[in-house]
């Protein structure tokens, strides 16, 4: 692991910051695009000859009711990223988790972009100069009466196994327990009880 380390770090050096080129003008903030993520961490991938495979797996898909009354489909994302360098044949792995939402078929697009791109982030420490914990909306939503969460939660959720209908009780166990949703006859399969 000596060899591909010793890339990485040239990775992380090349490619410690990545300036927000992008703009979101409905919530008014900046952001680093994935494309620009992508482009800098490509570069230096192939300056030092690693080869980059991504595996994406979808944990969730569910249809969620917006604000405006609206039906959008929601998808959490989860995505290896193995990483070979073509020299010596030593890898490394990572993942990363993301979540798209929208009204058509992009859904799965989004969260698979969002993960690659936080993984990356993440994995390589690069600096985008924010704070993803900086959120002042969702530090806003724990305090909303429980009554008004439960409503703005009301998210069908499938299991990822046998695309059933789960509860919320059951999604959330099981996604504290196998990190995806699976429901009660899916959990007690990989415990191995029929």
Do not use: W
């Not at 090349?14 to 992508?38: M, P, W």
């Not at 360098?85 to 078929?105: H, L, Y």
């Not at 806003?140 to 409503?151: E, L």
């Amino acid at each position: 692991m000596q060899k591909i380390a010793k890339k990485l770090v040239q990775v992380m050096q090349e490619c410690s910051y990545i300036q927000k080129t992008g703009t979101n003008d409905f919530h008014h903030y900046r952001y680093a695009t994935s494309a620009d993520v992508l482009e800098k961490i490509n570069m230096a991938l192939v300056k030092q000859k690693l080869c980059s495979v991504v595996l994406p797996e979808i944990l969730q898909q569910a249809d969620v009711t917006t604000a405006k009354g609206n039906i959008e489909h929601m998808a959490t994302v989860k995505i290896d990223i193995m990483l070979i360098d073509a020299e010596s044949g030593e890898s490394v792995s990572f993942s990363g988790i993301g979540t798209g939402q929208d009204s058509g078929d992009k859904a799965v697009m989004k969260a698979q972009t969002a993960a690659i791109k936080y993984a990356y982030l993440l994995s390589m420490a690069i600096s985008t100069g924010d704070d993803p914990e900086a959120d002042t909306k969702t530090d806003q939503m724990t305090s909303i009466p429980v009554k008004d969460k439960q409503q703005i939660q009301s998210v069908q959720t499938i299991c990822c196994e046998c695309g059933i209908k789960l509860t919320t009780g059951v999604r959330n166990v099981s996604l504290n327990k196998y990190g995806r949703p699976l429901c009660m006859k899916c959990q007690k399969k990989l415990q191995g009880v029929a």
